[in-house]
C-alpha cells in the first residue's frame, strides 16, 4: 500500500466518522423515526406505521391537538394533547369541554360514528378536572381502547414529551402529514 492509498482511505474513515457522528446527533437530538404501537391512536395513526417525529422541543411550544411521544416509565406513548397548563377539561355525552366551552374534535368523526352505531358512549365522562401548572393532559384518538391521562398515565410535563410527530413516512402508500 503506497502512501496515496493511506491518505485516501485515512480520509474515507475521518469523513465516514463525522457523518455517522453527525447523523447520530441529528437522530438524538433533533429528529427521529418511532413506530406506533397499538390502536390508541386509530384512525388518525395505525398500529406499526412509521412517524417522524421533530424532537426541537426546546424551540416549539404544544399546542392542543398535536400529536406527540411521550416518554413512559417503561415505553413510549403516541397521544394528542387535549389539555394544556391550567385547564379544566370535562367530558359530558362524547362531548369535550375546555374551560367551559365545547371543544370540536374533528379527528374523531369517524370513531364518534362507530360508537353512535353500535349504541355506546365512545369517551366515558369524566371530570371537570383542572390540569396542574407545568403539566399536560393527553389522550389517544380511540378513546374505548387508550390508555391515557383518563386511566393510568396521569398528567405529563414537557420534559415528559420527546417530540411532535411530524408525518407517516411507512408504509410507503400512505405517507401523510399528522399535524
Known amino acids: ?3 496515496n492509498q493511506k491518505k485516501e482511505i485515512k480520509s474515507w474513515v475521518k469523513t465516514l466518522t463525522i457523518g455517522l457522528g453527525l447523523a447520530f446527533g441529528i437522530k438524538t ?3 427521529a423515526p418511532y ?3 397499538g390502536a390508541s391512536m386509530e384512525p388518525t395513526l395505525h398500529n406499526h406505521e412509521k412517524i417522524f417525529v421533530n ?3 426546546f424551540i416549539d411550544n404544544f399546542n392542543r391537538g398535536d400529536i406527540v411521544i411521550i416518554k413512559g416509565k417503561e415505553e413510549n406513548y403516541v397521544k394528542r394533547i387535549i389539555g394544556l397548563p391550567g385547564d379544566k377539561i370535562e ?3 362524547d362531548k369535550l369541554f375546555i374551560n ?3 371543544f370540536k374534535e374533528p379527528y374523531l368523526s369517524q370513531n364518534l360514528k362507530l360508537a353512535k352505531e353500535m349504541g355506546t358512549q365512545f369517551t366515558d365522562d369524566f371530570g371537570p378536572i383542572t390540569v396542574p401548572k407545568n403539566k399536560y393532559f393527553v389522550m389517544g384518538d380511540n378513546r374505548l381502547v387508550s390508555t391515557d391521562s383518563r386511566n393510568g398515565l396521569g398528567f405529563f410535563s ?3 414529551i420527546v417530540g411532535h410527530s411530524e408525518f ?3 408504509p410507503f402508500s400512505n405517507i401523510r402529514d399528522t399535524k
Open 158 to 160: 414537557k420534559e415528559d
Open 55 to 57: 424532537k426541537l422541543n
Open 91 to 93: 367530558m359530558k355525552d
Open 29 to 31: 437530538f433533533f429528529f
Open 100 to 102: 367551559g366551552v365545547l
Open 168 to 170: 407517516v413516512f411507512f
Open 1 to 3: 500500500m503506497n502512501i
Open 35 to 37: 413506530i406506533v404501537d
